[in-house]
């Protein structure tokens, strides 16, 4: 067994001991979402975090999960084609990424959530909000724009200096995930390589359908316009971020307009829940009160 496998294991562990334990929702018949939920039903409020595209769920989170349990009920769930859920279905978009994770939802009775959306997750979060208002009370969302059109596209690649985003965010090599790592870090510490080769297996489960939805990840410039959201949105961003850089922030801000706040984590980069967790979840506790408590029980 291998250390990351090892870290998940104990992981898991620590979790349960935290009241949060895995389980697995039928969306439709052939397709399931894992969910990490309450283990005991609970009133308080319903926050759920969603992932980027490197890492599952819990990896992604545990900072979080871990740091939040004790005054929000909270949900982490994976995306079809990370950790534990799967499609038979054809379909890779980001809205039904959205509908899966609605749908779990609403099979778990949560009737009114924060999302907290990282990056790929903060994606799928707003479209979450614009698509289910009713579920969606409010977000924060970090290091992500509203969608990747074929413009943000370009102009993120060509300063990475990739072709395309698999090349950067589904690495063939060893190298590859050390310079994955280092362009999402400020100051991430060099990992062993042998654990570089562990996430390396991690990385390239479902790699081809991993590929078919980066595809659909970007669109058109033509096809998007920005929609009106209901919901109150707050911008948390790591300052030093390479990838979406503070300048992207800022837009962001612009675009919502007046229901959005925005706030910084200096000495931070791109995963900036991973780099300055206690700094992320301090912020998250002075940010989850201010967008106002939520009434309806999970």
């Not at 990490?36 to 989170?61: E, S, Y």
């Not at 400020?186 to 042998?194: G, V, Y």
């Not at 992320?280 to 002075?286: E, T, V």
């Amino acid at each position: 067994m291998g250390l990351l496998k090892i870290y998940k294991f104990f992981l898991n562990g620590v979790l349960k001991l935290a009241g949060i334990s895995p389980k697995k929702i039928e969306i439709e018949p052939g397709t399931v979402v894992n969910f990490w939920v309450p283990t005991q039903t609970t009133t308080k409020p319903a926050v759920v975090f969603l992932h980027g595209f490197a890492f599952d769920g819990i990896l992604t989170w545990q900072f979080q999960a871990l740091g939040l349990a004790n005054h929000y009920s909270v949900y982490v769930p994976d995306f079809v084609f990370f950790g534990n859920s799967i499609t038979d279905k054809s379909e890779r978009s980001v809205e039904f990424q959205a509908e899966c994770i609605a749908k779990g939802l609403k099979k778990l009775g949560v009737q009114k959530c924060t999302l907290v959306g990282f990056s790929y997750g903060g994606m799928v979060g707003f479209k979450m909000a614009e698509i289910y208002p009713e579920l969606v009370h409010s977000m924060v969302v970090t290091c992500s724009p509203l969608a990747l059109t074929e413009s943000i596209s370009k102009a993120r690649l060509h300063r990475l200096g990739f072709n395309g985003w698999p090349d950067y965010l589904l690495p063939d090599s060893i190298k590859g995930v050390e310079t994955l790592i280092q362009l999402a870090s400020h100051s991430f510490p060099k990992l062993p390589n042998f654990i570089y080769k562990e996430i390396l297996e991690e990385i390239c489960k479902y790699r081809r359908e991993k590929v078919e939805l980066l595809k659909a990840l970007v669109i058109s410039d033509e096809e998007f316009t920005v929609p009106s959201y209901q919901q109150r949105i707050h911008v948390l961003w790591g300052k030093d971020d390479k990838i979406f850089e503070v300048e992207n922030a800022h837009y962001l801000q612009q675009q919502i307009g007046e229901k959005a706040s925005v706030d910084y984590i200096e000495n931070s980069g791109h995963i900036v829940q991973l780099e300055r967790p206690f700094k992320y979840n301090s912020c998250l506790n002075k940010i989850l009160p201010s967008l106002s408590p939520i009434s309806d029980p999970s």
